[in-house]
């Protein structure tokens, strides 16, 4: 009988079964996944960017597009109006153009008879073959302005009077024009009867001789001196 007791004591003493509240398990990640899931974030965080940096992008390109656009649209505007400067230059060129071809038809025109005589008359060297105008143009009393002489011409004849101790010898003769040269001819004085040939310039007031044949030394050194008009 006692043993029997102690037999149910002891069952009495033991630990319930094993029912009653589970505890939890952690889950560990292993090596693996935890790089995949940081892949993952980094994938998000480089959407997140990418797609900010690409709007951005836009905007500028954008507010470039703008300002390209802007400036397109100035030089067009100044190219245009460049044109149109141009075309009314050259309107007024044409018009003007026109009225002076309109105005010269209304001229009438001039006759032989009608020439400007406001020109100033060309001088008389060129009319050499003109003896009337020739003598007419030289006859009167030129100086030497070097040798202090006096060239006298009157129709056919000349003389050169000297100043000083040739004073009492002077040259003279007569000349004639032949071509554009004048010949003179000595009748008295140390030249007599030498021939002098020379071109003759007339300028206005002005008159030069240009020897090309004299044996009269003294004549031609005299003559192709600088002469000046003194008959005003």
Not at 30 to 46: N, V, Y
Not at 102 to 113: C, D, L, R
Not at 135 to 144: E, M, Q, R, V
Not at 195 to 200: D, S
Request: hydrophobic residues 30%.
């Amino acid at each position: 009988m006692a043993n029997s007791k102690t037999n149910t004591v002891s069952y009495a003493k033991k630990k319930p079964s094993g029912k009653g509240k589970k505890k939890k398990k952690k889950v560990k990640l292993t090596t693996f996944g935890k790089i995949l899931f940081t892949l993952i974030i980094l994938g998000i965080i480089f959407f997140l960017v990418w797609g900010t940096y690409k709007l951005l992008n836009k905007k500028n390109k954008t507010d470039n597009n703008t300002e390209v656009t802007e400036i397109v649209k100035n030089d067009i505007s100044a190219s245009v109006k460049d044109i149109k400067k141009e075309e009314k230059k050259a309107e007024e060129i044409d018009n003007r153009d026109n009225k002076t071809k309109e105005e010269k038809k209304k001229e009438p025109e001039k006759t032989t008879n009608d020439k400007d005589t406001s020109k100033t008359e060309k001088p008389v060297a060129e009319h050499v073959n003109d003896k009337t105008n020739i003598k007419a143009s030289i006859n009167g009393y030129w100086l030497s302005t070097s040798e202090g002489a006096v060239l006298t011409m009157n129709d056919d004849s000349y003389s050169i009077d000297f100043a000083g101790i040739d004073a009492s010898n002077p040259i003279a003769g007569t000349y004639k024009l032949q071509d554009k040269k004048i010949i003179f001819s000595t009748d008295t004085g140390s030249c007599k009867g030498e021939i002098g040939i020379y071109r003759i310039i007339l300028d206005k007031h002005d008159i030069k001789f240009i020897c090309e044949d004299d044996n009269c030394l003294k004549r031609k050194a005299t003559l192709t001196t600088e002469w000046e008009w003194l008959n005003e």
